[in-house]
């Protein structure tokens, strides 16, 4: 038994079984033995959009600095990034955003990043760019902000609910003989606000609505963007999404906690309403395959193919990956968060 599986079974055999949302919590964030602070698994457990083209950041940096200019090229900016991971993402995105003249003195790197492994891999691959990193998006300091996020809202805990005729109960994690974890639910409790109920399954992210309340406090008193790409339907808020992938294949969540990435689908309707009710504008959620196309991807990637024709299957390859139906173009979603009053962002 794992150091954390063997904490988790001590801690249900104290106080009763815990909510999903607390064991989600355990197994990502636990400072000693939780998955981000131990094995970050890109490329191994999972691969993300920025992993694989290098056209994914670029769009986004010049998407950045289109929308910095119409800030009015603030001489200083906040350019944010939610979860960054190895900062692949952002590392390209400079590279790309370099080409406008003025964004690079202007920008402010602010990575907002929990797990101390990633924050050593980001500093080593952003140098010599002096960065900041903070625990919070609260914690960055006023200021005009562009905040960029790939794959970030699919990593928040969520609580999960299971219809008991006319109410409600709280999906928890308890101990079975010979010390298996196993789902079970609990009382009655009442689904929170802003949720919708569709069919037997309800799954909500608390930090959601924390999140976003952040980011309509920031915007109303500086200007800025929020532009976030994750995966989820569109048209109605999932049920029981939560999974767990190791070494690139889904496996059993409570098998082995801090070992393997625990992830859920983002509810989309549900973040449209909680910006609309903050007074924010909400462009989307787009399917990326459409967002990156109207970007330009496949003008990028026949251009890199003539300047790299030795790799110029596997460049094609790559972009198709981000925008074919069949691949991560329709599951993952593009949304962006604006105050009221700007020009619809571009890609949109």
Avoid at 89 to 109: N, T, Y
Avoid at 235 to 240: A, E, K, T, V, W
Wanted: aromatic residues 8%; proline residues 9%; hydrophobic residues 40%.
């Amino acid at each position: 038994m794992s150091a954390l599986k063997s904490r988790i079974a001590d801690a249900i055999r104290t106080n009763g079984p815990m909510p999903v949302s607390l064991y989600i919590l355990m197994c990502l964030h636990d400072p000693r033995d939780g998955y981000y602070a131990t094995r970050p698994g890109f490329n191994a457990d999972f691969t993300t959009a920025p992993e694989t083209s290098q056209v994914f950041g670029e769009l986004l940096g010049l998407w950045a600095a289109h929308e910095w200019m119409r800030l009015g090229s603030p001489r200083k900016f906040w350019l944010i990034e939610l979860g960054p991971g190895r900062a692949t993402m952002m590392a390209d995105m400079l590279r790309a955003a370099d080409s406008v003249k003025g964004f690079s003195d202007a920008a402010e790197i602010a990575l907002i990043e929990a797990s101390p492994a990633l924050r050593h891999a980001q500093r080593e691959r952003l140098e010599p760019r002096p960065t900041r990193t903070f625990d919070e998006l609260e914690d960055v300091p006023p200021g005009p902000a562009i905040i960029v996020a790939n794959e970030f809202l699919d990593c928040m805990s969520v609580r999960q609910f299971v219809r008991d005729g006319n109410s409600w109960r709280e999906r928890q994690v308890g101990l079975a003989t010979g010390e298996r974890l196993h789902f079970g639910v609990g009382p009655h409790a009442d689904l929170p606000p802003n949720v919708i109920p569709v069919g037997d399954n309800v799954e909500v992210a608390p930090a959601l609505e924390t999140m976003i309340d952040g980011v309509a406090r920031r915007f109303r008193r500086d200007p800025g963007r929020a532009l976030f790409i994750d995966y989820g339907p569109s048209d109605r808020s999932p049920g029981d999404t939560m999974r767990a992938y190791r070494m690139g294949q889904q496996v059993d969540p409570l098998a082995d906690p801090g070992v393997a990435d625990l992830t859920a689908d983002v509810d989309f309707p549900r973040l449209r309403r909680i910006a609309e009710s903050e007074g924010l504008m909400v462009h989307g959620p787009i399917q990326q395959g459409y967002f990156l196309t109207r970007l330009g991807a496949p003008d990028r990637a026949r251009s890199l193919g003539r300047a790299n024709p030795a790799r110029a299957d596997e460049i094609s390859a790559a972009v198709h990956k981000l925008i074919a139906p069949d691949e991560m173009g329709t599951r993952f979603k593009a949304v962006c968060l604006s105050p009221h009053g700007v020009e619809t962002p571009p890609g949109f």
